[in-house]
């Protein structure tokens, strides 16, 4: 999968919790990629960075937060997790962003997360 | 409102026939378009990308056509086989948004018969 590591791969968790999700890279890739892909929906992205500390929002931000402290991780924070929450977690990477072939993107595995 | 349909959920064809996907596009002026297979339990993987100027690309079975008069790109398998039973996306860019980021479709889950 590229060089990209999710973690945890899967998760339950009870409503109210804070839940983080982690996406690490060894590509020294610029851009990062948070989604989510549900039945019916396809992939939505939720939150992407375009470099350390540099971040902002996707179609999907209400309720998730993250951070960007180093090139090779990525953070997805679900402040206090509901229901609707419940869904599959894809991180991405590409070499750039914006339009043309640096913006191809290579994802990790998934997290399955729960929330009951 | 800016739409991204892939025409079928499923599609089923035998082994040895040409697939044909579809991914139409409603209010979006992509540059570029690209295709994904995913498998299940696991995340997309790109296969090709397109460009609006490009008619056609191709590589190895696989065909991609852009149309942005008929705001279409068609993606064919030839010659499939029981491996290439997978879910495919299509995805635009959307440089009119934020910051051209990938839009993708919803898929189109493909299944070759023996």
């Known amino acids: 999968d590229a060089g990209i590591t999710q973690s945890p791969r899967h998760k339950v968790t009870e409503t109210g919790t804070p839940v983080t999700l982690r996406c690490h890279q060894t590509?020294?890739?610029?851009?990062m990629y948070w989604y989510r892909q549900d039945p019916g929906h396809g992939l939505r992205l939720i939150h992407y960075?375009?470099?350390?500390?540099?971040?902002d929002k996707g179609e999907v931000s209400d309720g998730y937060s993250v951070s960007r402290s180093k090139t090779e991780d990525f953070l997805l924070t679900l402040e206090s997790a509901t229901s609707s929450q419940t869904s599959v977690y894809f991180c991405a990477i590409s070499e750039g962003g914006g339009r043309g072939v640096k913006n191809i993107q290579y994802f990790g595995a998934g997290t399955r997360l729960s929330v009951l | 409102s800016q739409k991204i349909e892939q025409n079928s959920e499923a599609l089923n064809i035998q082994e040895g026939k040409t697939a044909t996907l579809t991914c139409n596009y409603t209010?979006?002026?992509?540059?570029?378009l690209q295709w994904y297979r995913q498998d299940p339990g696991r995340g997309p993987v790109f296969l090709l990308l397109i460009r609006e100027n490009e008619k056609e690309k191709r590589k190895e079975r696989l065909k991609v056509t852009f149309d942005t008069t008929l705001k279409q790109s068609l993606f064919h398998i030839t010659a499939s086989q029981p491996a290439d039973s997978a879910t495919y996306l299509c995805?635009?860019?959307?440089?009119?948004?934020?910051?051209?980021?990938?839009?993708f479709g919803k898929g189109t889950k493909l299944s070759v018969k023996p």
């Open positions: 960075s375009y470099g350390v500390k540099d971040t």
């Open positions: 590509e020294n890739h610029r851009y």
């Open positions: 995805a635009l860019d959307d440089y009119g948004g934020s910051q051209g980021n990938l839009i």
């Open positions: 209010n979006y002026s992509p540059a570029y």
